[in-house]
């Protein structure tokens, strides 16, 4: 796809930033005003960053139609990251009157850097995942091409001919093939060796491919000989890598920091820790809504007290994400996203409508074929348009983590007496 | 030029009307048709060229069969029947229609003989070359159909026919770049297994067999090209990839070509021995793992990047030449992954620790990518591939800011080196040591240190980098000159920890000679310049003063005599001073021995500085005292001013007891 979008990789955070936050970013280092306050002010950033946090979740959670659409997974990534720009703010800012180098502080530092390092690998499987849709998006524009080229006005259309339904079932299969390929083993297990042998495979599907030709030139089923050749793209993360070990990781042992913890911090223990449960809530929805190695649901936050303004939303997300996980025809989905779901039923649909179809199309079933065709248009179109972005903002939470990460990690490793 | 093509066109076309028309109405439906569609196709110059074609072979409109001998169809006597719709949808159209129809009917008959075909159509050129050419006509035939817009159910019939052409061509096509051998012109010259390769022999006797996987060997040049195909195949697999373009169905070809060329890939890569890290791993990693890996990647991404890769568009932009943006998709697509997984480990690498001994690793990596970029510009120059370019660059941005954030580590290192230990005898302090060699190792790669201090990751451009790593000023010496100082800082502190001032003095001096000798030895003496060199030799200097103030300012106190005659000291003073005098000198001569100074040259003028303070006086002392009758009486000397000189000589030696 080209990635001459106009989007800049800075830009999504004007689609749905309140002027407010970007007045925030704006102030990064804050002002000297702010510098050299007292605790209690600083306490005041603390609490408006964890309501901005909740307010961002029930952002999120607001239209409950684009629950995990593409769409809504970009704007999820948006409150990623401008969580993660205002927890360095109040970080810094802290960090500019007194060493973040000091018992409990540094501990708690530590163990967000852990989780966050666990988070770029997340971010390069996910990476990988987008790819993958990309490359089922190409066979869907086969198809959609294939079934929507006839006429500009729909209703003098002729209906689709052989030809049409020919070509697009064979896209569709192709697809399915790769849909298929992807969630059984997890996608990839196994790639090396059937890469090693490709040779032999390929033969074989050519041989296939005669049988296939045969029986398609009788009218039988158009399904494609070819897809035993076609192959998802291989991961860049190792096999035995699990995205759902990856989430436990991330969440586990996420702990609610305590009373005598936050005291001694100046209240930071409750920003790393907003800042711990935001990286794995965002993981977590990342990983439920595109495909990646070994998904699994199964990772949870421990109990978040009530106190925290963004516990409720949070739990509302699971909630929401889990129900949809569990529905009938998404339980063995490679991805909750609901263009992945489009994808699935509007190609099922076209493959039953012109399964064993007489040609010319039936007069009552070719508006079935254009609607799901449409659908299939759409999906592309917003697929097309979405992609892109998504995985630019995906790149950019792996940098934003690392620039992070390094930053702390500087703070942490000056010396005290440092001038 | 154009005539020439021209000629072509109509020998073809009467070619075609020779192998086709069995009657003469039907052939001069067949003409009507092309002549339809094709300006150039005039009847009058058909009818003039059939003619001549006519009278050289002796016979009349040559039937089906006869006038198409040179090209060897296929033996498949079952053609499939007409549909029944198609024909009664045709029914009682204007003429031009039937002949349309008839055209249909007989690309039909020939185009599905290819398609039935078991073997690959292009194992016999001709074969090859007689349906491509029925691929043509289809394809003009479709397109005049759909101008037309008269006949649907024709139209339809003949989309299906070309969509089992494409079926068939995208087979073809994938089986020609995959086994370019099993194509009739098996042009010589194509970059092949030399059939000595292990894997051959692996499985290959069971006929399932394993084909030679070509791969690429180990090369030092990185200028190279590998050719996948022979530029038989790339010939062969061009003009499918331009049908299949024509007929609309340019993403498929990509998309197939794509997964044919990524095994190609892959296993490529695989065998430059990389495998794939994750950050996880790679923070969890020792750094001897670590350099190991790194020791190949650098290898495995240039090889990757310089030949692989650039080898991947070549053959795309020939098989894919004038098929615009097919080719930049294909590519891609075919290259993406692999270009990824070999970033990623720069990224994880990045994130990790910064460890100051990570620095020259980091650079090599840095360098490597940095290198690379200008030349990745023709080959990433299509918007598909910017994303690619993109990821380059920032890869190579990543690792800048790595090393710079390792070399600042270096000073969190120095600051953080506790003053417990001190160095034996006031010698050099491993950390003096090893700051000013990792300072020195790093003087290597000053340009690119200097370029990433700047911040200007990458902006090679050759000479536009208009930084002069050789002035006092710029980033990288004012940091190290920083470095020095934070360096300085941490000695004096160490200086401390002895108890003798004088001790803390020679530590000093030590250390302070040490990074002279350091910087004069190297390109750090052009970075920190002459006047930080000076200012530490007379740093040096005051140390030695201060030294001998501490130390002999005393003895030699003691020593004094004040001048001959008039207030000269009465004899018992004398003698009282030069009790004392043994006493200091014993108890420094036996300290002080033990210590040490490393460098030959100060320890020579440390021993000359003393002596000549030190002589002098009790040279004087001793003689006053000869000269003296009453001192004379019972004088014991117990060092001779010889034994003193010796003595002297013999400090700072070290000596362990």
Partial sequence: MPATDSSSAAAPLSSFGRSFLSHRRDQIPPPPDHNHTNSSSSDLEIDAFQRHAADLLLDLLSDSDSLLSLAWTRRLLDSFLICIEEFRAILFAFADSQPLSRPTLDRLLLDFLDRAVKALDLCNALRDGLDLIRQWRKHLAIAAAALSTSDPDPDHAAPRGEAQIRRARKALTDLTILMLDDKDAGGVVGQRNRSFGRAGTTRDSVSHGHGHHRRSSSGGSSGSGSGSHLRSLSWSVSRTWSASRQLQAIGGGLTVPRANDIAATGGLASAIYTMGAMLFVVAWALVAAIPCQDRGLQAHLTAVPRTFPWAGPVFTLFDRILDESKKKDRKHSCGLLKEIHQIERCSRQLMEVTDAAEFPLAKEKDPEVQEAAQELVQVCESLKDGLDPLERQVREMFHRVVRTRTEILDYLSRPHNAS | ?657
């Fill in chain 2, 1 to 657: 030029m154009a005539e020439d093509g021209e000629e072509k066109l109509l020998a073809t076309v009467q070619h075609i009307v020779q192998t086709l028309g069995s009657s003469d109405t039907m052939t001069e439906d067949i003409l009507r048709v092309f002549s339809n569609y094709d300006g150039r196709l005039s009847l009058d110059k058909l009818y003039a060229a059939r003619a001549a074609a006519a009278s050289a072979a002796g016979g009349g409109g040559g039937g089906l069969g006869g006038g198409g001998g040179e090209h060897s169809m296929p033996e498949s006597p079952t053609l499939p029947p007409p549909p029944a719709a198609a024909v009664s949808a045709a029914a009682g159209r204007p003429p031009p229609v039937t002949s349309m129809e008839r055209t249909v009917r007989t690309l039909d008959r020939q185009i599905s003989q290819f398609v039935a075909m078991d073997g690959l159509i292009w194992a016999d050129s001709a074969d090859a070359d007689a349906f491509l050419e029925a691929v043509d006509d289809l394809i003009g035939t479709v397109q005049e159909l759909e101008a037309a817009g008269t006949n649907r159910g024709l139209f339809d019939r003949a989309e299906e026919l070309l969509s089992r052409c494409m079926a068939r061509l995208e087979e073809e096509f994938r089986a020609l770049i995959e086994r370019p051998d099993d194509a009739a012109p098996a042009a010589p010259g194509g970059f092949r297994s030399d059939g000595s390769d292990d894997e051959e022999d692996f499985g290959g006797g069971d006929g399932y067999g394993d084909e030679p996987i070509p791969i690429a060997k180990p090369v030092t040049d990185y200028d190279v090209v590998i050719d996948a195909l022979s530029p038989g195949s790339v010939a062969n697999v061009h003009q499918i990839a331009r049908r299949m373009v024509d007929a609309g169905f340019g993403r498929e070809c990509a998309e197939v070509y794509a997964a044919a060329r990524r095994g190609f890939v892959d296993e490529s890569v695989a065998r430059l021995g990389v495998r794939p890290r994750t950050a996880e791993e790679v923070h969890a990693s020792s750094w001897e793992e670590l350099e190991f890996d790194i020791a190949r990647w650098i290898p495995a991404f240039n090889m990757v990047f310089r030949i692989l890769i650039p080898s991947e568009r070549r053959l795309c932009d020939r098989v894919f030449d004038g098929l615009a943006p097919f080719g930049d998709l294909a590519f891609v697509a075919a290259v993406r992954t692999q270009a990824l997984q070999l970033i990623s480990f720069g990224d994880a690498i990045s994130s990790s620790s910064r460890a100051p001994e990570r620095l020259f690793r980091v650079v090599d990596m840095y360098e490597a990518v940095r290198d690379l970029l200008p030349d990745l510009d023709p080959v990433f120059a299509d918007p598909y591939s910017a994303a690619l370019r993109a990821e380059v660059t920032a890869v190579c941005n990543t690792l800048g800011s790595s090393i710079k954030g390792i070399f600042m580590e270096l000073e969190n290192l120095i600051r953080r080196d506790p003053a417990r230990v001190a160095a034996h005898g006031g010698g050099i302090h491993p950390i003096t040591r090893y700051v000013m060699n990792y300072l020195r190792a790093a003087c290597g790669s000053r340009q690119t240190l200097e370029e990433v201090m700047e911040g200007d990751f990458g902006a090679v451009g050759g000479a536009a980098a208009a930084v002069d790593p050789d002035r006092p000023t710029s980033s990288l010496a004012v940091h190290i000159a920083w470095i020095m100082d934070v360096l300085h800082k941490n000695l004096d502190i160490k200086s401390k920890i002895y108890r003798d001032p004088s001790l803390a003095c020679i530590f000093l001096m030590n250390n302070g000679k040490y990074i002279i000798l350091k910087v004069n030895d190297s390109e750090l003496g052009v970075l920190l310049g002459d006047e930080w060199i000076k200012q530490m030799t007379n740093r040096v200097r005051r140390w030695s003063m201060d030294y001998q103030r501490v130390t002999w300012g005393k003895v030699t106190t003691v020593l004094q005599t004040g001048g001959p005659g008039v207030g000269a000291l009465p004899a018992t003073a004398m003698k009282q001073k030069l009790r004392m005098f043994n006493t200091y000198f014993q108890e420094i001569y036996e300290v002080q021995s033990e210590w040490v100074i490393a460098d030959e040259q100060l320890r020579v003028d440390v021993r000359a500085a003393v002596a000549e303070a030190v002589m002098p006086v009790y040279t004087a002392l001793i003689s006053r005292l000869k000269s003296s009758p009453e001192a004379r009486h019972d004088l014991y000397i117990k060092y001779t001013p010889e034994d003193v000189e010796a003595c002297i000589q013999h400090l700072f030696e070290g000596a362990a007891k």
